[in-house]
Every structure is written in structure tokens, then in C-alpha cells.
């Protein structure tokens, strides 16, 4: 006797129907099966080939999140393994970086001249960045000490730089292949795929880091995290890279010039990057240093740090399954600003943290607020940017956020040094309120009107 699926009147659609609720991302393509259509108010159902390309790029940020999950959560700690200071956390963080905000003019530069957007993604970012981050595993074979700290600087800016020469094609080649109409709920459904990639990555890599002695552990992390990305890239090369439309094609090849110089032209996107720029300072100062924090002040074990960092993604899945819907019904920028105000209050919570334990209703909370920003962030730049020039628009907002980034942590490094942890802690929340405050003042969400093309000969 067959079972009840999802499309039979008894199956699980159907009850939620008939209860009046509606099952997360259904009516989105997902990793496995067709995509159900309960809900047609929002328009722009994918195509075949958009249909295929949104399946392998939710498991494409699936296995991706694993390097992004160790780097965030451990790259501090791998410098702290080779006896490096906080200070050379910052350096370290901040170098990195800058590498990373030195790669997206002449990435968008690249893809606008030679197009092939899904070919740039796999060599660059989906290749030698994570042959580079492979380095990391060999380093303790190599070098100690200070020797060993510049040669993970090294093999980090190699994996910033090409990781992030390659967004501004990632990014275009994201606005094709999502409907407009359907993309807050699909990223939220792709993000949610990611959290559940941290939440297993997170904690296996502390207990990695606990059970194996010496750098035997690091070792296993980091050949894990090459593993997973070439999975990754693997399934990004099963995204078809469909041509952009003629207008684009035809506005681009009108558009010579100077893309900074463009791209600053847009009062409106230029107070966006302002506000972002203050965001990103105020998060990075702090954001390298809460689990050096856990590690050297509170004693905090390698399995504690990994269940803390998990921890977000495990409420973040509710803030995903809201927030997704809310972007597609509310916009971006409201979904930005709403959990924008709210961001702010968990830096400033980390000034009371006496135990490790009491982090969990920090970052319970942090998961849930975060996965509305990061749906927005992700979205804003494709929402705001005209079609055409969405690559030059995605570098400018992405070397804003890794220049910063470079500042941030160096700022951090020095007021931990002279004035503690704490202080650094109220200085990023003060600064996310800020940045927060700017976008909600004078950002728009819709784009500028292109410029006339010029009259035929």
C-alpha cells in the first residue's frame, strides 16, 4: 500500500494546510525533491535550469559552511597553538583581510571583461583558496613559533584573496539563478542547510582538537575542511551559468569607465557602504576575540568553545524559517534594520560572562537575530545594484566590509591591550548600533535608474 507523501491529501502538506500553517521552504527547490506550490502570492517560479541551478547551490553552501564554520570559530586558536599573543590574533585577522578587500575590483574587473562567471568561481575560489587553506594542515611540519604564525598569515591571504576574487561572479551569477520573488525564502532555506552544517562542524572540531595531543588535531580539522570544499566545488560546477539578458549585455558594453568611480556616482549605495563600514569595524574589533576570551580568561575547553559556537545555528533555523518569509514580504532593508537594533545587545551582554555556561543564552539569542542580518546583507547588494553592474557593485560593498575588517581587529588587539576585553566589547556594540542607525537614515532599498544608453549612429 503506497505511503502518504507530501502531495497527497494525507500526507504532511495536507495537514498543514487543513491546520492553516505551512511547512518551511516548501514552496522553495531544496536539496532533494521538487518544490511544492502552496503558496503562488509571491510570484516568479524558477525555470528548469534555476530549478537545478538552486538544488546544487544549496548543497554547495552545505558543505562550503564547514571551512567558514573552523575558520570563524578556530583560526584565533590555531595562532594561539603556536604561542602567538592576542595581538598577533589581530594582526593575523586583520592581514587576511586585507588580502580579501584587495581581490574585488580586480575580480569584478575580470568577470565584466570575460564573462564565464561559473568558471571563475571554481578556479579561484573554489580552487586554489581551498588548496591554500589544505596548507594549514602542513604547517607544524614545517615551522614553530613566530615562523609558524607568518606562514598560516600566508596560506590565510592566499585563500582570501582568490576566495574573494571570485564573489563578485558568485554574486552575479546568484541574482540569475534565484527569482527575486522567491529569494528571501531560498536563501533563508540555503542558510538554514549551512547552519546545520556548523552545528555538526563546530563541535567535532573541538573534540578533535581535545582528543588528538600536539598539532595531531588541527591536523584532522584542517584536512576535513579540504574535504568538504572540494565536495563544494563539486557541486557549484553542477550550476548551470545561464547568460545574462541582453540588456545587461548591452548596458555593460556601454559602460567603459572607471567601476570605483561608478559605483561612487550612487549617493544612495555610497551611504550603504558608509554604514556598513562603521558595522563591520565595530563587529571585527571584537568578533576574532570572544573564544580567545573563553579560552584564557574563562578556561573554556575546545569541546566548550565547539558546542558554543554551534549554538547559533541551532536557533538560527527558526530565524531563518522567519525572517525568509519576512524578507520576501517586508524587503531587505526592514529585516536589515530590525535585526540590526537588536545585534548591538550581545557584545554588550559578554561584560557579564563569568562562566562559560552563560554564553548559551548569548549565543541562543545571537543565532536567532543574526540569521535575519545575514539573509539581508547577503540580498541587499543584488536588491540595490542595477542588473549590469552588479559585479562592480558587489566589490565596492565587499572591499568595504574586508577594509574594515582589516581595522577592526588591529583596533580590537589595541584596547584589549590597554584597557581589557571589556572595553573592546562595549566599543562593538556602540559601533553595530551606529552602523545600524546610518542605513536606517539614509538608505533606500530600490536601485538608481540606469543612465540612458546612447542614440544609435
Not at 194 to 201: G, I, K, R
Not at 218 to 237: D, H, K, N
Request: aromatic share 12%.
Amino acid at each position: 500500500m503506497p505511503q502518504p507523501n507530501d502531495t497527497q491529501p494525507g500526507g504532511r502538506t495536507g495537514v498543514l494546510r487543513r491546520v492553516g500553517a505551512r511547512a518551511p521552504f516548501a514552496d522553495v527547490p531544496g536539496p532533494f525533491g521538487t518544490p511544492q506550490r502552496p503558496d503562488t502570492s509571491l510570484g516568479d517560479w524558477p525555470t528548469g535550469a534555476q530549478e537545478r541551478g538552486m538544488r546544487a547551490f544549496w548543497w554547495d553552501g552545505f558543505f562550503a559552511n564547514v571551512a567558514e564554520t573552523v575558520l570563524l570559530s578556530y583560526l584565533g586558536l590555531y595562532i594561539v597553538a603556536f604561542g602567538g599573543s592576542n595581538a598577533q590574533v589581530g594582526v593575523v585577522t586583520a592581514l587576511a583581510s586585507l588580502f580579501a578587500a584587495l581581490a574585488f575590483f580586480p575580480g569584478a574587473r575580470f568577470v565584466e571583461t570575460h564573462g564565464h562567471r561559473k568558471r571563475i568561481v571554481l578556479w579561484s575560489g573554489g580552487g586554489i583558496a581551498r588548496v591554500a587553506l589544505f596548507g594549514l594542515a602542513f604547517v607544524p611540519f614545517f615551522a614553530d613559533g613566530d615562523a609558524a604564525i607568518w606562514l598560516v598569515l600566508a596560506f590565510v591571504a592566499l585563500r582570501g584573496f582568490f576566495g574573494y576574487f571570485a564573489l563578485p561572479a558568485w554574486t552575479s551569477l546568484t541574482a540569475d539563478i534565484v527569482p527575486m520573488g522567491m529569494r528571501g525564502r531560498f536563501l533563508a532555506s540555503r542558510n538554514f542547510g549551512m547552519s546545520l552544517s556548523a552545528l555538526a562542524t563546530a563541535p567535532l572540531a573541538g573534540l578533535a582538537l581535545d582528543r588528538f595531543s600536539a598539532m595531531h588535531g588541527w591536523q584532522i580539522v584542517w584536512t576535513l575542511v579540504f574535504v568538504t570544499g572540494a565536495i563544494s566545488t563539486w557541486c557549484y560546477a553542477m550550476i548551470p551559468d545561464p547568460a545574462p539578458h541582453a540588456d545587461v549585455i548591452d548596458r555593460s558594453s556601454a559602460r567603459e569607465g572607471n567601476a570605483l568611480t561608478d559605483v561612487l556616482s550612487d549617493g544612495n549605495f555610497v551611504a550603504y557602504l558608509a554604514g556598513t563600514a562603521v558595522w563591520n569595524v565595530a563587529l571585527q574589533a571584537s568578533g576574532p576575540f570572544f573564544n580567545v576570551y573563553l579560552a584564557k580568561n574563562l578556561d573554556a575547553s575546545g569541546l566548550w568553545i565547539g558546542v558554543l559556537s554551534a549554538l547559533p545555528a541551532v536557533t538560527g533555523l527558526a530565524g531563518l524559517v522567519y525572517f525568509g518569509r519576512m524578507m520576501d514580504l517586508r524587503g531587505t532593508k526592514h529585516v536589515m534594520i530590525l535585526s540590526g537594533l537588536l545585534i548591538p545587545i550581545l557584545p554588550a551582554a559578554w561584560i557579564f560572562v563569568t562562566a562559560p555556561w552563560q554564553v548559551i543564552f548569548i549565543n541562543a539569542f545571537g543565532g536567532l537575530i543574526w540569521a535575519g542580518y545575514q539573509l539581508g546583507m547577503m540580498n541587499m547588494v543584488m536588491v540595490m545594484a542595477p542588473p549590469e553592474r552588479r559585479p562592480r557593485y558587489s566589490a565596492a560593498f565587499q572591499t568595504v566590509v574586508f577594509a574594515s575588517a582589516f581595522v577592526g581587529p588591529l583596533l580590537g588587539g589595541q584596547v584589549i591591550a590597554g584597557l581589557g576585553f571589556r572595553a573592546v566589547f562595549i566599543l562593538s556594540a556602540v559601533g553595530r548600533l551606529a552602523g545600524t542607525l546610518v542605513m536606517l537614515r539614509f538608505v533606500r532599498e530600490t536601485p538608481r535608474e540606469p543612465a540612458p544608453l546612447p542614440a544609435p549612429a
